[in-house]
């Protein structure tokens, strides 16, 4: 069973940047795309970005020019830099395959607060 495990959340000002990491217990970036998720408090869990096994990334509006998503294939890692945040962009963040197919993980909370 493929393990996600995402960390690098954590209180900041608005303005403020974050870099957000993806582990997996096996070998799963080169062969799936990939999606970053957020769940904001009393909202439905959202694709906020997600990078094709061929490196092809896509952004939902509201974080374009904003959060980057890349990979490390060799670390079995996936990151979501987030910059210029937001206090709507407060949620705990997720990783998962684009059809959602893993197990989720704990997530890790960002706090976007002055």
């Known amino acids: 069973q493929v393990q996600l495990v995402e960390s690098g959340g954590g209180l900041v000002q608005p303005g403020g940047s974050l870099k957000l990491s993806c582990a997996a217990s096996?070998?799963?970036?080169?062969?799936?795309?990939m999606g970053w998720y957020r769940q904001a408090p009393g909202k439905q869990r959202e694709l906020v970005a997600h990078i094709t096994s061929d490196g092809t990334t896509n952004y939902t509006d509201s974080v374009k020019g904003r959060f980057a998503i890349s990979r490390d294939v060799a670390k079995n890692m996936m990151f979501l830099q987030v910059d210029n945040l937001k206090p709507e962009d407060t949620a705990v963040y997720y990783c998962?395959?684009?059809?959602?197919?893993?197990?989720w993980g704990k997530g890790t909370l960002v706090t976007v607060s002055s």
């Open positions: 096996v070998s799963i970036f080169r062969f799936y795309a």
């Open positions: 998962n395959t684009l059809n959602r197919g893993l197990i």
